[in-house]
């Protein structure tokens, strides 16, 4: 991929002095470990806003769902996973 855009940053001399240097020590150009690490950011940053979306959405459905008298409270919740558990238990 042609690289046509320059991207300047300020940073402390030190920082930049130890990142050319761990650069360096890893035979790599300093600017593709930049790449690399921007490209890492973009995907986490991604993954991120796709599971906020993913949670939001099945919060959503269960507030529906409440809403539409389908919900169950916390006390049976609690009831349900207790006999879940005692049953788990009993056969370990």
Do not use: C, H, W
């Not at 300093?30 to 806003?49: D, G, K, N, P, T």
């Amino acid at each position: 991929m042609p690289k046509e855009a320059v991207f300047t940053i300020k940073l402390e001399s030190s920082l930049r002095e130890d990142f050319i240097a761990a650069a360096k020590a890893s035979d790599r150009p300093a600017s593709q470990v930049i790449r690399e690490l921007m490209r890492e950011y973009i995907r986490r940053q991604s993954e991120s806003r796709a599971y906020d979306a993913y949670l939001e959405q099945k919060v959503e459905r269960g507030r529906q769902s409440i809403r539409l008298g389908k919900g169950i409270d916390n006390e049976e919740v609690e009831r349900l996973f207790a006999e879940r558990r005692a049953r788990v238990a009993g056969k370990t």
